[in-house]
């Protein structure tokens, strides 16, 4: 009951862009597979090679939905090192085991791209995954390996309570092996426990952590690939809390329990009220609070002067106007965001989108007179060519259109 409650809280929070219909939402499921079926062979199931190559397929699956789905598969193989360093397993083990992970891995990534080859233009796919990517991960534009743990701040308010369960859970088999005493025994099963579980766990989570805080731009939801094993951790974290209690012979809990229980309640009423909101935009707001009459009136006008069969392009990021409008986008392009995201490498994106709109001429286009100087989705880029070719072929908004409105002259 304990790990359902944490999961649904903090595997659904929006701003990780998680429990939506995004990447994200996905690559937390073959993470939390991929660790489950690599787990299956550390506790005796003989189907060992089936569940490594499995295991393997769900972590290639993770990276084809997200660049940093990674997390998993680091801890898979570290873990599988750590096991041989401790001697549980041969050289020659070590090496069959990671050969049946990395061909289910590639399995997986050699899948999606024969589907993306079968159905895609080769040049435009290999930009679009390869391309892009190179300049949106160079370093010093949108990522270091140096990654910035002041960084960190930025989630405690939202994941505090895992974060301290899962440290805890960690800190403490370094705790009391170093200041002595007698190890505690687990009252369910001594033994049964996985060799290395916990070596397991400590890698997931710090690559999580790592690959989080590298991620592009230092944009908020590449946490999400931290946040399945920092819920695992924070589980065990409260078993390990209550299991304490009980071993304390009192009619009544003990302090430290009780304590613990109030913190833990105080620390859900974010993440709680953060969910309630979310789901109050999505499944209440969205039906009973009135739309904003300025965007409604731009919609209304873009269908006015654009039929169904002409296209139109919004500078920006605004793919909701397209579906309430109704109309399709001129370009490939869905607005000037990726350009804007790479700074100064962004410019022969931008002027790719220069020439295609150029060739493309749309009926409509929606960019404010001062877009090109304040937006950060174009800001730092040469925009003349446009902004002159625009003002030659388009008519100016006027009082009867939104001043972010033009349309082609003939």
């Not at 002595?180 to 290395?196: F, I, L, N, S, T």
């Not at 009867?400 to 002259?409: A, G, K, S, T």
Request: net charge neutral; hydrophobic share 50%; aromatic share 12%.
């Amino acid at each position: 009951g304990i790990a359902a409650v944490l999961a649904s809280l903090y595997l659904n929070l929006w701003p990780y862009h998680v429990g939506c219909n995004r990447p994200n939402t996905y690559f937390v499921v073959t993470e939390l597979a991929c660790f489950a079926l690599y787990g299956l062979t550390l506790t005796g199931t003989k189907r060992v090679r089936l569940a490594l190559w499995s295991s393997g397929l769900c972590a290639g699956a993770g990276l084809c939905l997200h660049q940093t789905a990674l997390a998993a598969a680091a801890a898979v193989v570290l873990h599988t090192l750590y096991l041989w360093a401790g001697r549980s397993l041969v050289f020659r083990e070590v090496l069959a085991r990671l050969a049946l992970f990395a061909g289910g891995w590639l399995t997986a990534v050699a899948a999606a791209t024969a589907a993306i080859l079968w159905t895609s233009d080769p040049a435009l796919a290999w930009y679009a995954v390869v391309g892009f990517n190179r300049w949106y991960f160079l370093p010093g534009v949108g990522s270091s390996l140096i990654p910035p743990f002041f960084a960190l701040e930025l989630h405690l308010r939202v994941l505090g309570l895992p974060a301290i369960l899962a440290s805890a859970t960690l800190l403490q088999p370094l705790l009391r092996r170093f200041l002595g005493g007698v190890p505690e025994q687990d009252d369910d099963a001594v033994g049964a426990r996985p060799p290395g579980l916990l070596m397991l766990l400590w890698a997931w989570m710090l690559a999580g952590v790592y690959l989080a805080l590298i991620g592009p731009h230092r944009r908020l939801p590449y946490f999400g690939i931290a946040l399945p094993p920092l819920v695992m951790l924070s589980v065990h974290g409260v078993y390990l809390l209550l299991r304490s209690g009980r071993r304390i012979r009192q009619t009544q809990p003990g302090y430290h329990v009780v304590v613990g229980v109030l913190w833990f309640g105080f620390m859900m009423i974010f993440p709680l009220h953060e969910q309630m909101v979310e789901a109050g935009k999505q499944y209440y707001h969205r039906f009973v609070e009135a739309p904003d009459p300025a965007y409604l009136a731009t919609v209304a006008t873009v269908r006015r002067y654009a039929g169904p069969d002409d296209s139109i392009f919004v500078f920006g990021y605004d793919p909701k106007l397209y579906w309430d409008a109704d109309r399709p986008s001129a370009i490939r392009y869905i607005g000037t965001e990726k350009a804007g995201q790479l700074g100064a490498y962004g410019q022969p994106v931008f002027d790719e989108v220069t020439g295609l709109l150029m060739a493309a001429r749309p009926k409509v286009i929606i960019v404010s007179p001062e877009h090109f100087r304040r937006s950060p989705f174009v800001a730092g880029l040469d925009t003349s060519q446009i902004e002159a070719w625009i003002r030659s072929h388009y008519d100016p908004p006027d009082e009867e259109r939104p001043n972010d409105l033009w349309v082609r002259q003939d």
